[in-house]
Each structure stands twice: as structure tokens, then as C-alpha cells.
């Protein structure tokens, strides 16, 4: 069982940015990925960003140069900086993290809410 709890939601202004953690506990097997996943108000959940134990890096297209995820895999920790932040970016971000052989966790999520 894996526990996932991010950190740093908001509220921004337009062309701001913000940064986001996600600190991992329980057991925890390598190698895995870390990431980031948003859903706005009446949309699906997608992906942002996520990146392996090993340091490969996916991000979706439209918010490539913008964002950027890292992570601490001695604390068990990813991070999202989001630069520039459009007033459509208002979501609950959460974090997830994938293991071979074990299902994927997922934060309980933190609210990012971008004024214009």
C-alpha cells in the first residue's frame, strides 16, 4: 500500500506560477513512475506530466516549456513547477505512481485555481 499526498495548490493569477509536491510513503519498489494528472470542472482527468525512477520525463504536448516535473528518489518525492499558469488551468492536480505488478496509487488531489 502506497500513500500519496501532494502539496501547494492555490490560487494564481494568470501568467503566474506555482509548484506543486507529492511526497510517497509505504512500500515502495523500483523501478516506477511518478506523475502528475489534472481534471478540470466537467472534464477527464489527463495527464500532465510523469517521470521514472530513472529520469525519463513524458510531458503532454500542449504544456511542454511550461511545466516542469522533477523528483527526490531518496524521498520518495515529485515535484510540478508551472510557469505561466492560463486561467484554463484551473484543476485539481493529482499525483500518481505506477509499479510493475501493483496498481496504480493516486493522491487525493490539490486544488490549482488560476484567476484571470
Known amino acids: 500500500q502506497v500513500r500519496l499526498v501532494e502539496s501547494g495548490g492555490g490560487l494564481v493569477q494568470a501568467g503566474g506560477s506555482l509548484g506543486l509536491s507529492c511526497a510517497a510513503s509505504?512500500?515502495?519498489?523500483?523501478?516506477?513512475?511518478m506523475g502528475w494528472y489534472r481534471q478540470a470542472p466537467g472534464k477527464q482527468r489527463e495527464l500532465v506530466a510523469d517521470?521514472?525512477?530513472?529520469?525519463?520525463?513524458n510531458y503532454v504536448d500542449s504544456l511542454k516549456g511550461r511545466f516542469t516535473i522533477s523528483r527526490d528518489n531518496a524521498k520518495n518525492t515529485v515535484y510540478l513547477r508551472m510557469n505561466n499558469l492560463e486561467p484554463g488551468g484551473t484543476s485539481v492536480y493529482y499525483c500518481?505512481?505506477?509499479?510493475?505488478?501493483?496498481?496504480?496509487?493516486w493522491g487525493r488531489g490539490t486544488q490549482v485555481t488560476v484567476s484571470s
Open positions: 500518481s505512481i505506477e509499479e510493475k505488478f501493483e496498481p496504480t496509487y
Open positions: 509505504g512500500i515502495i519498489f523500483s523501478p516506477n513512475i
Open positions: 517521470m521514472s525512477s530513472g529520469g525519463r520525463t
